[in-house]
């Protein structure tokens, strides 16, 4: 059964990337009816997307749970984020089981403000720093 499920999870992963690899290739965009760039330049995109290089190590990953299921240890549960579902977690300050939901809730809850106040520095700094004037006294960048 096991090797069923690394099976499928193979194969889902590998149509992925080649769908979007064939979309890449054709240079049809999901905004453009066509894209402008170069193969060169629109295949260096799509291995520089993250779902993509995820895909790229869960293929990776998974592979070898094919030839033999009991290929696994705590480096390799990491890896294929089995861990959530063994019970181990690689951060700590996920783990329900040991810290109770409240805990973890506030700490997801802190990192999330964390993200959003940092974000509005971005804005604000880009906001600040963006609108240049020009020689003839109007803003260049907006």
Not at 104 to 127: P, Y
């Amino acid at each position: 059964m096991a090797r069923g499920w690394a099976a499928v999870t193979v194969v889902v992963a590998v149509v992925g990337v080649l769908i979007e690899l064939g979309v890449v290739i054709a240079g049809v965009s999901s905004v453009l009816s066509e894209t402008t760039e170069s193969l060169a330049a629109r295949l260096w995109h799509f291995i520089s997307y993250f779902t993509i290089l995820s895909n790229l190590l869960v293929i990776v990953s998974v592979l070898p749970l094919i030839t033999d299921p009991r290929h696994d240890g705590r480096r390799w549960r990491v890896l294929r984020l089995a861990a959530l579902l063994t019970g181990w977690y690689p951060y700590p300050f996920l783990d329900v089981a040991d810290r109770g939901a409240g805990p973890v809730a506030i700490t997801g809850g802190a990192i999330a403000l964390l993200l959003v106040g940092l974000a509005w520095v971005c804005w604000r700094l880009d906001r600040v720093l963006g609108a240049r004037p020009t020689p003839d006294g109007s803003a260049s960048g907006r």
